[in-house]
């Protein structure tokens, strides 16, 4: 990949506004980040893709995301590789019992308390 000057960035953001005109004012008055806080107490200022509000960063990462596909270089996962992602978050998650345990007791109320509804039910009948 090569390094553009800035010269053909800023072509290339005015491009993006002629074709997105409500994308027109890029000045960073308000930030609607939830970093807003955060740089705040750090004291530094938002520039540049952080700056912008999150309607504008999701519509810049959009064009991106259809340019990759449209290049035939966006990565899609395929059945396998979702397979092995799958479980190796389960392997992940089941390492913490206490996790496990709290899932479990809200599966055995759940299906307790139906079986309990059911019976009342019955009797009421």
Sequence with gaps: MTMQSSHSQEENWQNVNREHPQMEDST???NDNNNKDDNRKTGKALRGFAAMDMEKQRAIASMGGRAAHQQGVA???SSEEARAAGRKGGEAVSQNREHMAAIGKK???AAHG???QRQ???QRS
């Design 28 to 30: 960073p008055v308000e």
């Design 75 to 77: 990565h899609e996962f």
């Design 107 to 109: 599966g055995g109320e």
């Design 114 to 116: 139906r079986r309990r």
């Design 120 to 122: 009342q039910e019955t």
